[in-house]
């Protein structure tokens, strides 16, 4: 392997697993600290079991629960699904330009090589 596909594959693999690390630490977004206690004390009126409190830390259910309307309910859940899903982009396609430049810096070494 000559030095620039072996830069290619370093690239490659240092991508890949940014990528990795954004796909698989991202997760729903957290809610503020304020709608979090709202939502639990929703959640208490509601004799809710534990499981259920602890969805309250996530943004969108939160704000589902604790909103007086339906047009401020799915303005908060669809913000946090719009950053949820722009997270998700960005580290997937991380994911496929690490590979592809893996691939492409061993091919290109085999054939020099």
Request: glycine fraction near 12%; charged fraction near 20%; proline fraction near 1%.
């Amino acid at each position: 392997m000559n030095k620039k596909s072996l830069l290619l594959v370093l690239a490659g693999l240092l991508v890949f697993v940014i990528g990795g690390w954004l796909k698989f630490s991202g997760g729903p977004a957290d809610a503020d600290i304020a709608v979090v206690e709202k939502c639990r004390a929703e959640m208490d009126k509601r004799n809710a079991d534990a499981a259920m409190r602890d969805k309250c830390e996530e943004a969108a259910f939160a704000h589902a629960v604790t909103a007086t309307d339906a047009a401020s309910a799915a303005r908060a859940i669809s913000a946090a699904n719009e950053n949820e899903i722009g997270g998700n982009g960005l580290a997937m396609f991380l994911l496929g330009l690490g590979a592809a430049l893996t691939v492409g810096g061993v091919l290109v070494g085999r054939r020099r090589g």
